[in-house]
């Protein structure tokens, strides 16, 4: 079965960086695009991107150009998001998953907390 | 971006007919899916395309609409449907979320 397994949470700094993961297994990495959510406690969901991880394509949403970076490996059937230059309002929760349009299969996500 | 609005909150007994409604800022055509999210979980797939059931979800749950006006139905509503309920679009780049909707249970 589809599994999405992610890197565990994360307490920062404001003004750092930092990469979380998501290993898939369960089905050919390299053929279904690797989606990244974003959740704020009590707020909704926003759509920050995603990777082929066959050819390394990206996309992302404009409000996060400069802010994520998303990565693959197909070695190990690993997605990563690289996020820069933190602030309070990078506090949240981080899904991967993965679909077309929709997204049948999610991580349990990486709750970032960036706090001095 | 395409803005999908929801009601915060809706309280039913068990037993009920329950609608939830989506509304989007400009067309989505069809593009528009149903997510349930129970507290400290992922979001789970119940609803794609506006009204395709998807696999495991079960039939109490419906959805419908197109254009603009969408709403996702359960039938009857047993107490595990105790949840939030996203409304999401894929016709508008970028894909949005709504903001929710609080399903209650009386």
């Known amino acids: 079965q589809v599994q999405l397994q992610q890197s565990g949470a994360e307490l920062v700094k404001p003004g750092s960086s930092v990469k979380i993961s998501c290993k898939a297994s369960g089905y050919t990495f390299t053929s279904y695009d690797m989606f990244w959510i974003k959740q704020q406690p009590g707020n909704g969901l926003e759509w920050i991107g995603w990777?082929?991880?066959?050819?390394?394509?990206?996309k992302y949403n404009q409000k996060f150009n400069g802010k994520a970076t998303l990565t693959a490996d197909k070695s190990s059937s690993t997605a990563y998001m690289h996020l820069s230059s933190l602030t309070s309002e990078d506090s949240a929760i981080y899904f991967c998953a993965i679909g077309g349009s929709f997204f049948e299969h999610w991580g349990q996500g990486v709750m970032v907390t960036v706090s001095s | 971006d395409t803005v999908l609005t929801q009601s915060p909150t809706l309280a039913v007994s068990p037993g009920e007919r329950v609608t939830i409604s989506c509304r989007a800022s400009e067309s989505v055509t069809t593009r528009m899916h149903w997510y349930q999210q129970k507290p400290g979980q992922q979001p789970k797939l119940l609803i794609f395309g506006a009204s395709n059931l998807e696999s495991g979800v079960p039939a109490r749950f419906s959805g419908s609409g197109s254009g603009t006006d969408f709403t996702l139905t359960i039938d009857p509503v047993e107490a595990s449907d105790t949840a939030t309920y996203f409304c999401q679009q894929s016709w508008n780049d970028p894909f949005t979320f709504g903001t929710g909707t609080k399903l209650e249970l009386k």
């Open positions: 990777i082929y991880p066959g050819n390394g394509n990206t």
